[in-house]
């Protein structure tokens, strides 16, 4: 039998949270029942839930940062047991049969890969998020979380750390590489300790030194700030790689001019707003712009594997389930040191809307 829980939803872009009950699926001989404990505040759920990157499917839980403890599973299940400490990220399902899938790049699903939230489910249902008590997933689906790795703190990984672990592994940014990471928010903090962690000089770009004692606090060696006079002549051909992890429009032609030759800049931040660029901006230098979503499966799993064992997760402001209108407004104005959990014990005591 279906089971309910509560859950944080909206019914429009423009409507408060609501604390009510949902059903999440009677479980599959494959899937895993999740006790879920935190669920970390993505800028994407804002987008989605917004409706900044097209309509979403109301009413609507989001959340796609998921750490708990396996409450049970199907009589097929042979990865994870009860008690078990897992996390779920932006994936919940995909087709696991196309060249996508069985190279390990779930996320790139040619049919399709089956969101957190906001996708059609396997029962024709739309997915709801972790903004919730509990969540059904396909046991391909879910990770492994290191004992090592408080729960609160890993949540976020599942999203902001496999978003930037994803790009510096496949560019092979480690040692003897100058890495700058542009912008230091939710992903560009996850995005400075992994590539410090991998032996990167890493160098943080923002608008300010307002953050330059936490930038090194995180492992950079330095932030510039790139509201100084003369910053992008000055700085011009220093990097050999640049992650670009803001959600507001730039003018890649000047940061593309920090990258030496042969350098490459990825994109991780989408703004909703298109970017301006020059074809001789990469021509000249033989230089590469890309872009990297989350990373498949078992790579993710590598990067909480990575994060445990360089004794790192996410740097978080843990909230309640009645905090969360708030904390999405101080998102939106950068004012969070660097992500928001939500304790999703705070569900017992809330009373479902009417």
């Given amino acids: 039998m279906p089971m309910t829980v509560k859950a944080l939803q909206k019914e429009g872009p423009d409507k408060p949270f609501k604390v009510v009950e949902i059903e999440r699926r009677d479980p599959r001989p494959d899937d895993v029942v999740i006790d879920i404990k935190a669920a970390g505040i993505c800028h994407s759920d804002i987008h989605t839930i917004r409706n900044e990157w097209g309509q979403a499917h109301f009413p609507l839980a ?101 978003t930037t672990y994803s790009p510096l592994q496949t560019w092979n940014v480690g040692a003897g590489k100058k890495a700058a990471i542009l912008g230091l928010g939710g992903l560009g903090h996850m995005g400075v300790q992994i590539a410090a962690a991998k032996g990167a000089e890493v160098t943080v770009l923002s608008r300010s030194t307002a953050k330059e004692a936490l930038a090194k606090e995180l492992g950079a060696t330095r932030l510039l700030a790139t509201s100084e006079p003369g910053f992008f002549r000055d700085h011009r051909g220093e990097f050999d790689f640049i992650l670009n992890t803001i959600s507001a429009p730039i003018d890649l032609r000047d940061y593309l001019g920090l990258l030496k030759p042969g350098g490459a800049m990825v ?46 997760g996410a740097r978080i402001e843990k909230i309640g389930v009645h905090d969360v209108d708030a904390a999405y407004n101080r998102v939106v104005a950068g004012d969070v040191r660097f992500r928001f959990v939500i304790d999703t014990s705070t569900f017992e005591d809330a009373v479902p809307a009417e």
């Fill in 267 to 312: 994109l991780v931040g989408l703004p909703p707003e298109g970017l301006e660029l020059h074809a001789g901006n990469l021509i000249g230098g033989r230089k590469a712009l890309a872009g990297s979503n989350i990373g498949g499966i078992a790579q993710t799993q590598e990067m909480l594997n990575f994060c445990a064992d360089h004794g790192f």
């Fill in 62 to 162: 989001v959340g796609h940062e998921i750490a708990g403890v396996v409450e049970a599973v199907g009589s097929d299940v042979t990865k994870f047991a009860v008690g078990d400490r897992v996390g779920v990220g932006c994936l919940v399902n995909s087709c696991g049969e196309c060249e996508q899938c069985r190279a390990g790049q779930e996320q790139n699903c040619l049919n399709g890969p089956v969101g957190t939230y906001n996708s059609a489910d396997v029962d024709g249902t739309i997915t709801q998020g972790g903004y919730s008590q509990k969540v059904v997933v396909n046991e391909n689906f879910v990770c492994r979380i290191p004992d090592s790795l408080p729960l609160d703190v890993a949540a976020p990984l599942l999203c902001a750390g496999i």
